[in-house]
């Protein structure tokens, strides 16, 4: 069983930066599709971030447009992990940010994937 791991949230200033690692024990993360989604309350649940499984030593990268431009997701084969590396926060990021796993390709739909970790909070405020 596929058990994925947050870290590196906390709280910043708007314009500042921060990193989230989702890390995975037992499985490399290269067989999966990673998705990052947040959630605030009374919200639903939003993809912010994907990148597809590898193929072919390639792993193509999907951002919501809120984020494009500010967020980069990474694959780091050393740690094994799927790095969301998010510069010029704005106040309207702060939410519970998860990762989420699955075998097929990007998707917006949280339904679609079968493994999340447990959520990470980030709060960007002044």
């Known amino acids: 069983q596929l058990q994925l791991v947050e870290s590196g949230g906390g709280s910043v200033q708007p314009g500042g930066s921060l990193t989230l690692s989702c890390a995975a024990s037992?499985?490399?993360?290269?067989?999966?599709?990673i998705a990052w989604f947040r959630q605030v309350p009374g919200k639903e649940r939003e993809g912010v971030s994907c990148?597809?499984?590898?193929?072919?030593?390639?792993?193509?990268?999907n951002y919501v447009d809120s984020v494009k431009g500010r967020f980069t997701i990474v694959r780091d084969n050393a740690t094994n992990t799927v790095d969301l590396q998010m510069n010029n926060l704005r106040v309207e990021d702060t939410a519970i940010y998860y990762c989420?796993?699955?075998?097929?390709?990007?998707?917006?739909?949280?339904?679609?994937?079968?493994?999340w970790g447990q959520g990470i909070q980030v709060t960007v405020s002044s």
């Open positions: 989420a796993a699955r075998l097929s390709y990007c998707s917006w739909r949280s339904d679609q994937f079968g493994f």
């Open positions: 990148i597809n499984r590898v193929e072919g030593r390639l792993s193509s990268t």
């Open positions: 037992k499985f490399t993360l290269d067989y999966y599709t």
